[in-house]
């Protein structure tokens, strides 16, 4: 089955820098990697997905690349804030036949940003 | 989203109990989901429904089961609680999509300790 990586599983960051956690996985047939975040006592939800046929995504401060080749996707956090602060999944979706998806999660990476 | 509903929210039971855990949702989904969080190890998915009726074990589906007898609701449940299965619990629900990603949206959580 699909094993996926997740680096660092914490991370400390001024308020301003860039925050960058790594993710790897193991199955070629996966194709679909969405990231989630998951405040203190909340539910994940999810902030970016990127495709396998596209390598780089990009919404305001937050951006995902994907190497497909290398097995190796990034969640990139720019001028971070506060607000940033929080758990932070990876996942690794394959497609299932019938239409629905099947997720496999990192372990998380917990995200502080300093004032 | 509040569409996505969990009973209970906090649940504490003693070994040996039968629980059930209710999921409910408003989304129209066909695709239902249960995974358990525990710290360091992210979500791993317990089992997953494509439609009423239909059931698939996930990667930790040993001591659990569930119910899918609506389109609407789908049920956890652990026949015979053991302090290990102390866990935060959350359903999740994605559209039916052919061949294309659909995100999965997660309830609340329910918060479950085995005495």
């Known amino acids: 089955g699909e094993n996926v990586e997740q680096h660092p599983s914490t991370l400390s960051v001024q308020e301003g820098d860039s925050a960058v956690i790594k993710c790897t996985y193991s199955?070629?047939?996966?194709?679909?990697f969405p990231w989630y975040k998951q405040e203190l006592g909340k539910r994940p939800q999810l902030i970016i997905d990127?495709?396998?046929?596209?390598g780089e995504k990009k919404d305001q401060r937050i951006a995902v690349t994907l190497n497909k080749t290398a097995k190796h996707f990034s969640l990139h956090i720019t001028e971070t804030q506060p607000e940033d602060s929080a758990v932070y999944f990876c996942?690794?979706?394959?497609?299932?036949?019938?239409?629905?998806?099947?997720?496999?999660f990192g372990t998380g990476t917990q995200l502080k940003v300093e004032l | 989203d509040a569409d996505v509903t969990q009973t209970p929210r906090n649940r504490i039971t003693k070994t040996g109990k039968r629980i059930m855990l209710e999921c409910s949702q408003t989304?129209?989904?066909?695709?239902m989901y249960w995974y358990r969080q525990d710290p360091g190890l992210g979500l791993r998915l317990i089992y997953y429904?494509?439609?009423?009726?239909?059931?698939n074990k996930g990667e930790i589906s040993d001591g659990y089961s569930v119910s899918r007898q609506a389109q609407a609701k789908f049920s956890l449940s652990l026949e015979s609680a053991i302090p290990n299965q102390t866990a935060l619990y959350f359903c999740?629900?994605?559209?039916?999509?052919?061949?294309?990603?659909?995100?999965?949206?997660f309830g609340d959580g329910t918060r479950l300790s085995i005495l």
């Open positions: 429904s494509f439609d009423v009726k239909d059931i």
């Open positions: 990127i495709r396998s046929n596209v």
């Open positions: 996942a690794a979706c394959r497609v299932l036949t019938g239409g629905g998806n099947k997720l496999t």
């Open positions: 989304k129209g989904h066909d695709r």
């Open positions: 999740a629900t994605s559209a039916k999509g052919q061949g294309a990603f659909q995100p999965q949206h």
């Open positions: 199955d070629s047939a996966s194709n679909y």
